[in-house]
């Protein structure tokens, strides 16, 4: 059924296959016309005066015209062999064909009747001689042929058994049978063939193909040696490949040509010694990566042999193939240092920092020495590169990279391990004043000033280091104890250089319990707001108040603000805390006179968050405080991380109606940029200030006059913290500030209480 078209069974491309078919009706059209015009003109000799001319002469037409279509479906398909043949084509091409057989049953049935046993007998013999033909001319399209013989052919034997000719008519089905089954034999066998061919056609252009684009490529070549290892049958690539004509190669021995000057010395690479000696052992290989000295120029090839030998099996030379791959290996090489220096820099990765600390460990075993791990971390690198953006950022760790590789000897290592933190291994830090001399080194160099791109920039560093294998005896234990050190010189306030002690494990072990049970602490309900007072300082009644977090674990019992309010800004705990601080105020806070103001410090990370807007407007509409009572405490270093950002967040506090208080001013990072550019409601001077006024430091005096002086000019109002005793509550008074805050009026105090403080009639005797 697959090979007459009627099926497509689905382990073969039947669709291609029938393109192989159909295309050879084109190239036997012209036949077919031919051999049916013949009987044509036989049926009309025969049939000229028995029947009407008008009746002959329509049929030729109709023949005439199935032929003529026939021929344009064919022509159709000429190309069908190179393309997919569809379901469509294959059924326009039948119906042709049906077409024509009907037209060849028209005599048979018309004609026959008005002519004598014996013209009836020559129509017969017309008929069987063009389904012969149609078997010979059609063996590709059995369908086609098929379908001819089937209509014709039963018309033929109709026609027989209706003249009563019934012996005729069994010669006519045999007939019939041996043309069908020779028919599909024929399709087959031309399919085969057919297939067969276009099988061989497709290898053959595989392959040349496969030769061209060797032939075509730019960097392979071949390569002949003879059994004396002379170069022979030189092919104009290879001549190319060394730079020399092919005259000036043949019978040259194949390693003095890429030997170059090593040839004379006899100090050969190790990869051309290699190659030499398979050559001498006649030995296959494949891909050696061999170097070679060409025209003065140092190259990499790539090769492959095979030992040739002639018909009696001796030994007749090499051949093989080459090619250049000079590019390829200095872009492995290149790609590979990448994998192994740090690409700003310069210097040593952390891959290879931590190779070297495992080759010194592995060194001071076999020794019995002493190595040692030094883990560096720049101080304000940050501030640095939050301000002026990450390509002076950039620009400074290479100053830094610089500094750090002019104190470097043989014995000590140093690389980037990511970000500003820098590692030194020493590899004999048998020494303990090496390891202080090289720390107290790093610590002053880094120190120094910076000029970049016109700043001049101040940085530190923070060292930390273990000694192995005292502090461990593993690249991974080694590495994290100098961390644990580094990190203990960080908070103590960096700058300083600290060693490795066991108790660091502990300190670590409970930071790690700390920041296990802070997480917790939100969903256990362990936080609570205390509110310290804030007073008008001339009136001494109670203007606002500080809310202020506190922690009482169920773990750890009450946690100090100052422990736990950094490790919740490391760890971002504090965006989440912070909410609830924003909720917790705002709802206290409703419960108070009306003319009494809450504040609420808030930290960069905090203030940075896409949520904070958005929490701010939430604390104000639930709890139903007005958002001229909120005060947002914030301080200088938040603009130091970003200050487009920030300034961009408390504009958007400042139109909510919102007051913004500037924490700690003159401490940090002062800049009357802040101040030009922000409408603060409040400028808090800062407890230190406030001592050294009462103490008679004119410095102090001056501060606090210039910050009240600039405020009163912005009309903004100031605040004096941490005032306890009565001399400083007089002092800070003359001085001209507004509002009061310390323990002299209140300390923090959990919220009932604060809201007793609205029924003592004085405040001083209150608390």
């Known amino acids: 059924m697959a090979v007459l078209g009627l099926a497509s069974p689905g382990d073969a491309d039947w669709t291609r296959l029938r393109g192989l078919q159909y295309s050879n009706l084109a190239r036997v059209t012209k036949a077919r016309i031919l051999a049916q015009a013949i009987a044509a003109v036989g049926v009309c000799w025969f049939y000229a005066g028995v029947v009407h001319w008008a009746l002959i002469l329509a049929w030729v037409g109709l023949l005439g015209f199935t032929l003529y279509h026939g021929s344009m479906v064919d022509k159709t398909l000429i190309d069908a062999d190179r393309r997919r043949m569809s379901r469509d084509e294959v059924d326009r091409q039948s119906r042709t064909s049906v077409a024509n057989a009907m037209a060849w049953v028209v005599p048979m049935a018309a004609f026959a009747p008005f002519g004598d ?12 001689m063009l389904l012969t033909a149609s078997a010979v001319l059609l063996p590709a399209v059995p369908l086609a042929n098929l379908l001819f013989a089937g209509i014709a052919g039963g018309g033929a034997i109709a026609s027989l058994m209706w003249a009563g000719k019934f012996e005729m008519a069994i010669v006519t089905v045999v007939w019939l049978a041996v043309i069908v089954v020779g028919s599909i034999e024929n399709a087959r066998s031309f399919l085969i063939a057919r297939m067969a061919e276009a099988g061989m056609a497709e290898k053959n252009e595989v392959v040349s193909l496969l030769l061209r684009e060797f032939e075509e490529g730019e960097a392979d070549w071949l390569w002949q040696i003879d059994t004396s290892r002379r170069v022979r049958s030189v092919s104009p690539r290879f001549a190319f490949a060394l730079g020399k004509s092919a005259d000036e190669i043949d019978g040259k021995p194949f390693i003095q040509l890429i030997a170059g000057p090593a040839w004379e010395t ?50 007749d030379g090499f051949r093989g193939v080459g090619s250049d791959v000079t590019a390829q290996r200095e872009s492995s090489e290149k790609i590979a240092h990448m994998a192994r220096f740090d690409t700003l820099t310069s210097l040593p990765n952390r891959m290879m920092v931590t190779e070297a600390l495992g080759e010194a460990l592995r060194y001071a075993a076999q020794w019995r020495t002493k190595c040692a791990f030094l883990m560096i971390d720049l101080d304000r690198f940050k501030a640095v590169n ?25 014995n000590e290592l140093c690389g980037r391990l990511g970000g500003d933190e820098f590692a030194i291994v020493i590899r004999d830090a048998s020494d303990p004043r090496r390891l202080e001399k090289v720390a107290a080194s790093v610590i002053h160099l880094l120190s120094q ?32 104890n100098a961390d644990l050190a580094l990190y203990r010189s960080k908070e103590e306030g960096g700058g300083q250089h600290f060693s490795y002690e066991p108790s660091l494990h502990a300190h670590a072990e409970e930071r790690r319990k700390l920041e296990f049970s802070l997480r917790r602490a939100l969903e256990k309900n362990e936080f609570m707001l205390n509110f310290q007072p804030v007073v008008d300082a001339n009136q001494e009644n109670i203007v606002s108040f500080e809310a202020l977090l506190r922690w009482n674990s169920e773990d750890h019992g009450f946690v ?15 965006v989440p805390i912070g909410e609830w601080v924003l909720r917790e105020a705002c709802r206290e806070a409703v419960r108070w006179p009306g003319d009494v103001k809450v504040a609420v410090n808030v930290s960069g990370e905090q203030l940075l968050d896409s949520s904070f807007i958005p929490s701010v ?15 947002i405490e914030v301080t200088e270093s938040i603009f130091v991380r970003d200050s487009n950002l920030a300034r961009a967040a408390l504009e958007q506090i400042m139109a909510l109606g919102c007051g913004i208080a500037l924490d700690d001013f003159g401490t940090g990072y002062s800049s009357l940029a802040y101040i030009r550019n922000l409408r603060f409601s409040t400028i808090k001077v800062d407890r230190s200030f406030v001592q050294g006024a009462a103490a008679g430091n004119p410095e102090s005096l001056a501060i606090i006059r210039a910050v009240v002086a600039m405020a009163d000019s912005l009309e903004m109002s100031t605040t004096a913290e941490g005032v306890e005793t009565e001399r400083e509550l007089e002092i800070i008074r003359g001085l001209g500030c507004k509002k009061i805050q310390g323990y002299y009026f209140g300390r ?20």
């Open 117 to 128: 046993g014996a013209t009836h007998l020559e129509l017969w013999a017309i008929t069987a």
């Open 266 to 315: 006899g100090q050969f690479p190790s990869s051309l010694h290699d190659l030499a000696e398979r050559l001498k052992r006649r030995e296959s290989f494949s891909n050696l990566i061999v170097r070679v000295h060409i025209n003065g120029q140092l190259r990499w090839w790539e090769l492959s042999g095979t030992p040739k030998f002639d018909d009696k099996g001796g030994f």
């Open 386 to 410: 939050d301000t002026l953006g990450h390509l002076v950022g950039d620009q400074l760790l290479a100053r830094v990279s610089e500094r750090l590789k002019s104190i470097m000897t043989e």
């Open 449 to 480: 000033p910076y000029e970049v791109d016109h700043h001049t920039l101040y940085i530190g560093a923070s060292v930390g280091s273990a000694i192995g294998p005292r502090d461990g005896n593993t690249v991974e234990t080694l590495m994290r």
């Open 560 to 574: 100090s603000p100052a422990k736990f309010i950094p490790l919740a800004e490391d760890t971002r705990l504090i």
């Open 617 to 631: 407007v939430t604390a104000l509409s639930s709890s139903g405080l007005p958002a001229q009572r909120l005060e």
């Open 748 to 767: 923090p105090m959990p919220a009932l209480e604060a809201r007793g403080l609205f029924t003592k009639s004085d405040l001083r005797q209150a608390v």
